[in-house]
């Protein structure tokens, strides 16, 4: 059996994320065409299929329904590259608008403030399931992890021209890039490290050259979270491990050695792990995890 993927599960994962209050900004009202033969999304106008007829309809409920507008003003830009017509885009803007609907779930991010462009970039989540941001690079303490990107492909609209393709985000700043997740997952990034590997009993290699993150929720709860990606495409997922579910771990006698966790079976997937073996990049990330456990395993 394999690992269970990351779900909006209200008992182990920190959501629904608390109202607060909206705030919309002025640069989300504009309107009118981006400028030909500048732009990616004027020589294919919007086909009526199902999924066209679909998007358009969730872009409208991103304006008309929804209960909160989260403004991220960027301290620098970030960067949107993606891929259409066989051609390669990048586009950059200064702001980004996270909208939710009524009920707390995501709905579409809006991108403004581009050089030259008036009609903002729309990028809508499909899935009910919570939309992971996933770094691409694993995090040194030097050398920050910048670009996320999506697992799945995304639905992008501007203007009347929808379609759907592979996007990622580079951040020119950490704590923009950090915001931008914390937003998405509606939790607090309380630890980030790059791992070279992490493994349970049993079970072989779970991931390799990848990031753990740390999140904890509006309701205090924290969990791991690591992507397992896995030779076989049917186990490529999200892992979150509640830390609440960690019964022990050995940090190791030397640096270079991995981290040993000794999980208590509350879940069909912890008892399967039993054991995690995790590996860091760099020692100095090994010691501050092991700290992190000790203040916070009761």
Same mark, same amino acid.
């Given at each position: 059996?394999?690992?269970?993927?990351?779900?909006?599960?209200?008992?182990?994962?920190?959501?629904?994320?608390?109202?607060?209050?909206?705030?919309?900004?002025?640069?989300?009202?504009?309107?009118?065409? /981006?400028?030909?033969?500048?732009?990616?999304?004027?020589?294919?106008?919007?086909?009526?299929?199902?999924?066209?007829?679909?998007?358009?309809?969730?872009?409208?409920?991103?304006?008309?329904?929804?209960?909160?507008?989260?403004?991220?003003?960027?301290?620098?830009?970030?960067?949107?590259?993606?891929?259409?017509?066989?051609?390669?885009?990048?586009?950059?803007?200064?702001?980004?608008?996270?909208?939710?609907?009524?009920?707390?779930?995501?709905?579409?991010?809006?991108?403004?403030?581009?050089?030259?462009?008036?009609?903002?970039? /729309?990028?809508?989540?499909?899935?009910? *399931?919570?939309?992971?941001?996933?770094?691409?690079?694993?995090?040194?303490?030097?050398?920050?992890?910048?670009?996320?990107?999506?697992?799945?492909?995304?639905?992008?609209?501007?203007?009347?021209?929808?379609?759907?393709?592979? $996007?990622?985000?580079?951040?020119?700043?950490?704590?923009?890039?950090?915001?931008?997740?914390?937003?998405?997952?509606?939790?607090?990034?309380?630890?980030?490290?790059? /791992?070279?590997?992490?493994?349970?009993?049993?079970?072989?290699?779970?991931?390799?050259?990848?990031?753990?993150?740390? +999140?904890?929720?509006?309701?205090?709860?924290?969990?791991? $979270?690591?992507?397992?990606?896995?030779?076989?495409?049917?186990?490529?997922?999200?892992?979150?491990?509640?830390?609440?579910?960690?019964?022990?771990?050995?940090?190791?006698? *030397?640096?270079?050695?991995?981290?040993? /966790?000794?999980?208590?079976?509350?879940?069909?997937? +912890?008892?399967?792990?039993?054991?995690?073996?995790?590996?860091?990049?760099?020692?100095?990330?090994?010691?501050?995890?092991?700290?992190?456990?000790?203040?916070?395993?009761?």
């Amino acid at each position: 059996m394999g690992l269970s993927g990351l779900q909006n599960d209200p008992e182990d994962w920190p959501l629904p994320l608390s109202r607060r209050e909206s705030t919309l900004s002025s640069s989300t009202q504009s309107s009118g065409q /981006i400028s030909p033969g500048t732009s990616p999304f004027t020589s294919h106008p919007l086909s009526r299929t199902a999924s066209s007829v679909g998007s358009r309809s969730r872009e409208a409920s991103c304006y008309s329904l929804h209960e909160e507008v989260i403004h991220i003003p960027l301290n620098n830009h970030v960067t949107i590259t993606f891929v259409r017509s066989n051609k390669l885009f990048k586009l950059r803007y200064t702001y980004i608008d996270v909208r939710k609907d009524t009920t707390g779930s995501l709905r579409c991010l809006e991108l403004g403030g581009g050089p030259g462009q008036q009609t903002p970039l /729309i990028h809508t989540f499909n899935e009910s *399931k919570i939309p992971v941001p996933h770094l691409e690079h694993p995090k040194r303490p030097n050398e920050p992890s910048l670009r996320i990107s999506f697992m799945e492909e995304q639905t992008v609209q501007s203007a009347q021209t929808v379609f759907t393709t592979q $996007l990622s985000y580079r951040f020119e700043e950490e704590r923009d890039c950090v915001q931008f997740q914390e937003i998405i997952l509606a939790s607090k990034l309380v630890f980030l490290a790059g /791992i070279a590997e992490a493994k349970s009993k049993g079970r072989g290699e779970e991931c390799i050259s990848q990031n753990l993150r740390i +999140l904890r929720g509006p309701n205090g709860k924290q969990i791991m $979270l690591f992507f397992a990606n896995s030779q076989r495409k049917d186990l490529k997922r999200y892992v979150k491990v509640p830390v609440n579910c960690i019964d022990s771990f050995n940090p190791g006698k *030397k640096p270079g050695r991995p981290v040993v /966790i000794q999980l208590q079976p509350n879940f069909d997937i +912890l008892t399967q792990m039993k054991t995690l073996q995790i590996q860091f990049l760099d020692d100095t990330d090994r010691i501050a995890f092991c700290q992190f456990l000790s203040d916070h395993i009761k």
